[in-house]
């Protein structure tokens, strides 16, 4: 089946920090790859995404790199602010129905 | 438009009562998804609709689960004889059915039902 790991949190940080977060997928078939956030009290929302190997998604400052060859799309960012606080959803979708497979999230709290 | 809409916000319970949920989707969405989040997990996939059609249920989504989209617009999640482990956030998405954004999903902003 489908199933997406990630790095488990929480993760505090300062200010202007450097961030990773590591996500690894297993996949029958060839996925698409997403970041979603979601800040407090707010929904879902998508932050990147990338379809195929090599691609890069990035948003807000935020990059990830599809890497099939170790199947890993981990996300980046090189200076963190107090207002990218969130969880952080790595997630995968297969072509035929687009379904989402989500990780468990990662909390991400960063301190000014 | 303002995005997908979800109704009530927040639905308080007790075991054995029946409940429904709705969901509006973003207006030219056909693929409405329904999925489960509980605490400190991510969502779950519970079902899908294209259009009218509902093309996959989960195996989450027990007897006591039900989902329509009569119109192929709104959609309805009804949970029947509600358990104290029906408890989480049930969370609406949707999308287009093709073109280069067919696997971007958008997210309401979820139902939070709790069985007391």
């Known amino acids: 089946g489908n199933s997406v790991t990630q790095m488990e949190g929480p993760v505090t940080l300062s200010e202007e920090a450097f961030l990773t977060i590591n996500c690894t997928y297993t996949?029958?078939?060839?996925?698409?790859l997403f970041w979603y956030v979601q800040y407090p009290g707010e929904g879902l929302q998508l932050l990147l995404k990338a379809t195929k190997a090599d691609d890069k998604g990035s948003n807000k400052g935020f990059e990830a790199t599809y890497r099939k060859e170790t199947t890993s799309f981990h996300l980046e960012k090189g200076s963190v602010q107090v207002s990218d606080s969130a969880v952080y959803f790595c997630a995968l979708s297969i072509s035929n129905d687009y379904k989402l497979s989500f990780g468990a999230g990662t909390t991400v709290t960063v301190r000014a | 438009d303002t995005g997908v809409s979800q109704d009530p916000r927040h639905k308080i319970t007790k075991r054995g009562q029946n409940v429904t949920f709705r969901c509006d989707p973003i207006s030219e969405h056909n693929r409405l998804y329904w999925y489960r989040q509980t605490l400190g997990q991510g969502p779950e996939f519970l079902t899908y609709f294209q259009n009218e059609a509902q093309l996959e249920k989960s195996r989450l989504l027990s007897d006591r689960f039900s989902a329509e989209r009569p119109k192929g617009s709104f959609s309805t999640l009804e949970i029947q004889r509600t358990e104290q482990g029906d408890s989480a956030m049930y969370l609406c998405?949707?999308?287009?059915?093709?073109?280069?954004?067919?696997?971007?999903?958008?997210f309401g902003p979820g139902t939070r039902l709790t069985v007391l």
């Open positions: 996949a029958t078939g060839y996925p698409s």
């Open positions: 998405a949707s999308s287009l059915a093709g073109g280069l954004r067919v696997n971007e999903q958008f």
